[in-house]
């Protein structure tokens, strides 16, 4: 249902090609990091359920940490590719000031890497989360710079 209404509304003859690169970069960003967390949710489960206990010492919360960790895993990924998928729309608008510049495009995704890698806060190294942020971005630059070339040339 939610997928046939991001359909319509990328389908607007004024909506241009490149929020809807946007749009799909974001997707295929959203789905490595969402991976990604899904798999250190899986793996540190230990450390998870710390960070839960941690939480309940201070707030009172009825659930088990099972419970949680189960509800997190299924979440997350897919709130995960949601958020960049709309980041992607705001940046796909914003990268239209760069057209024919796509090395300002990789720099940027490079840079908004970075900054999503260093607020991302799960239970493993910072630098390995920034690593996979940034290689995660760089992805949807090189994606929304391959929609737009194919759309240009068409």
């Known amino acids: 249902m939610s997928i046939s209404i991001i359909r319509k509304i990328l ?9 809807k690169a946007g749009f799909l970069s974001g997707i295929f960003a959203g789905i ?55 980041v992607g729309i705001i940046l ?25 890698g260093t607020i991302t806060n799960l239970p493993v190294s910072k630098i390995f989360i920034i690593i996979i942020n940034i290689l995660s971005w760089l992805l949807f630059g090189i994606i929304f710079i391959l929609l737009t070339y194919r759309k240009k040339g068409k």
């Open 92 to 116: 796909g608008s914003l990268f239209k000031t760069f057209e024919g510049k796509n090395w300002l495009i990789i720099i940027f995704s490079f840079l908004i890497g970075i900054i999503w």
């Open 11 to 19: 389908a607007k003859k004024n909506e241009s090609d490149f929020t």
């Open 32 to 86: 490595i990091i969402g991976i990604f967390t899904f798999g250190i949710y899986i793996i540190n489960k230990k450390k998870y359920f710390e960070e839960i206990d941690s939480i309940k010492n201070i707030v009172q919360f009825p659930v088990p940490n099972e419970t949680i960790w189960i509800i997190s895993i299924i979440l997350t990924p897919p709130v995960i590719v949601i958020i960049y998928s709309i």
